[in-house]
Structure formats: structure tokens, C-alpha cells
């Protein structure tokens, strides 16, 4: 593979209650554990992060395939829900649940883009198995 861009941060502090910043300084974070793990929640925490970034990616990844197909992906969206908890070898894993807005599009129509927009995604290849990825259309 051909490395087209890299990105960079920094974890100060105490990890999931700590700090983390990027090298170019347009993230610089106060991190946190939620509440539902025992923390203040008085920060951000890296399920959050990674939600924010696998919404953003999965959904170029769908307006690249929208548009490859020459569907109207008109104000589409893409929200991510990303969990965390125990696994069955005594450390932690998450979960994935990718919900696509496709307003002009029918529910069938809609599936199969984002079905696609699941192969050529960087993160949904780079989670595909090895964690639970639900790819779904929103009912709106």
C-alpha cells in the first residue's frame, strides 16, 4: 500500500483520562471515561473519537459510491454508534452500528449503497473482522 497521508497524536496523562492532542494541534482534547465505565465523563473518550471519525469516512466512502453509481445522494448522512464492554477473553472490544441517511433514495436502493460503501470504507476494512459491524438504513 501506497501511504497517501498519515496522522498523528499524542496520549498524555492517565489514557482514557488524560489528554490527547495531534501534532498539527487541531485536536487537543481533555479525555475522560464516561460515567457508564465509572468516569467523570468531563471529556471527550475514544469511542466518541472514533465514531466521529468512521461517520465521516463511511460517508465519503458512500458518496463516492453514490456518485460512481450515479444515485442522488443528496443530503445524505451517516451517524455512528460505537460501544464498548467486556469480551469473552477477559479484556474489552466494541461494537459498530453505521446508520445511512439516504433521503431520495428508495430503502432497497439505499442498502445496496451502503453494503458497497462497507467494501471500499479504510475503516470498515480495517475492522472487518475483528469487530461486529451493523451497517443500517435509517427510517426516516
Avoid: W
Avoid at 468531563?42 to 468512521?54: C, D, I, R, S
Avoid at 453509481?69 to 461494537?95: H, M, Q, R, T, W
Avoid at 453505521?98 to 475503516?123: G, N, T, W
Amino acid at each position: 500500500m501506497t501511504i497517501l497521508y498519515t496522522a498523528e497524536a499524542l496520549s498524555t496523562g492517565d489514557g482514557r483520562n488524560g489528554h490527547t492532542r495531534t501534532t498539527d494541534g487541531k485536536i487537543d482534547l481533555a479525555l475522560a471515561m464516561p460515567p457508564e465505565m465509572g468516569g467523570s465523563g468531563q471529556g471527550t473518550n475514544p469511542e466518541q473519537l472514533f465514531a466521529a471519525g468512521y461517520a465521516a469516512c463511511f460517508h465519503s466512502a458512500l458518496r463516492l459510491v453514490g456518485k460512481q453509481e450515479k444515485a442522488n445522494v443528496d443530503d445524505s448522512a451517516v451517524g455512528a454508534k460505537v460501544g464498548i464492554g467486556p469480551n469473552d477473553a477477559g479484556g474489552f472490544g466494541l461494537a459498530v452500528t453505521l446508520e445511512v441517511s439516504l433521503p431520495h433514495l428508495s430503502r432497497e436502493q439505499a442498502q445496496a449503497l451502503a453494503d458497497k460503501a462497507h467494501q471500499v470504507c479504510p475503516y470498515s476494512n480495517a475492522t472487518r473482522g475483528n469487530i461486529d459491524v451493523d451497517v443500517v438504513v435509517a427510517e426516516d
